[in-house]
Every structure is written in structure tokens, then in C-alpha cells.
């Protein structure tokens, strides 16, 4: 079964950090495509990251971008996403998704990043509140 699971989630200050991990189970992330994705509880999901299989290239969405860092623990099998600077509209549940990375998919425009609606395996997602 596939499946990915995030955690480290919470209650956090302006301007303090968080990292959340992103395990996954059953495949290989070093093999895959992987997104955050985060939405505001009434909002759409939005796409903030991805990390291309093969060359680990990462786009960030310019509201991250300088704050969120991606990285990953081959051996643990696991993806994070570091969080810093954090700010109130950062508040969200996190997602993380993955893909096979030998699939063909809708890239982000002006990227050759898959889209996370491309995205084939999804945790249920972290909540990061944001608040003073």
C-alpha cells in the first residue's frame, strides 16, 4: 500500500520555524515526484512546492520562496519541508503528494515541474497555525 504520512505540525509564533516530514511507505520517494500543498480551511489547495525526480530541481511558489527549503532522507525515505520565518497566512493544513517519476503529467507553467493535481499519493495532511 502506498502511502505518505506528515507530521511536526502545530501552534507556532510569527517569525518562528517549523519542519515537517513527509514519510512515505510501500514506494520509493527518491523515485518520485513530490509536492506541499497546503489550504486554508474554505480555500482552495494551493500548490507551494515541487520537487522534480532525477535532478531534485525544486520550485517554490513566490510566497515561500526565501522561507521554505525542501529536502529529503533517502534513507529514511522521507521528504521535508523547512519552514522559517513563518507568518500568519501561513496558517494551513500541509499535504504532501508524490508521483512516479517516470510518468509524463501537466507541468507548472513556466516550470517543467509537475503540477501537484498531477500528484498520485496524498497524506492526510498536517495543521500549522500560525498566530501570537
Known amino acids: 500500500q502506498l502511502q505518505l504520512v506528515e507530521s511536526g505540525g502545530g501552534l507556532v509564533q510569527p517569525g518562528d520555524s517549523l519542519r515537517l516530514s513527509c514519510a512515505a511507505s510501500?514506494?520509493?520517494?527518491?523515485?518520485?515526484?513530490i509536492s506541499w500543498i497546503r489550504q486554508v480551511p474554505g480555500k482552495e489547495r494551493e500548490g507551494i512546492s515541487c520537487?522534480?525526480?532525477?535532478?531534485?530541481?525544486?520550485y517554490l511558489v513566490d510566497s515561500v520562496r526565501g522561507r521554505f527549503t525542501v529536502s529529503r532522507d533517502n534513507v529514511k525515505n522521507t521528504v521535508f519541508l523547512q519552514m522559517n520565518n513563518l507568518k500568519p497566512e501561513d496558517t494551513a493544513v500541509y499535504y504532501c503528494a508524490a508521483a512516479s517519476g517516470s510518468g509524463h503529467y501537466t507541468v507548472i507553467p513556466g516550470t517543467t515541474c509537475p503540477h501537484y493535481l498531477s500528484m498520485t499519493t496524498w497524506g492526510k495532511g498536517t495543521l500549522v497555525t500560525v498566530s501570537a
Open positions: 510501500g514506494f520509493n520517494l527518491n523515485d518520485s515526484h
Open positions: 520537487t522534480r525526480h532525477g535532478d531534485d530541481f525544486t
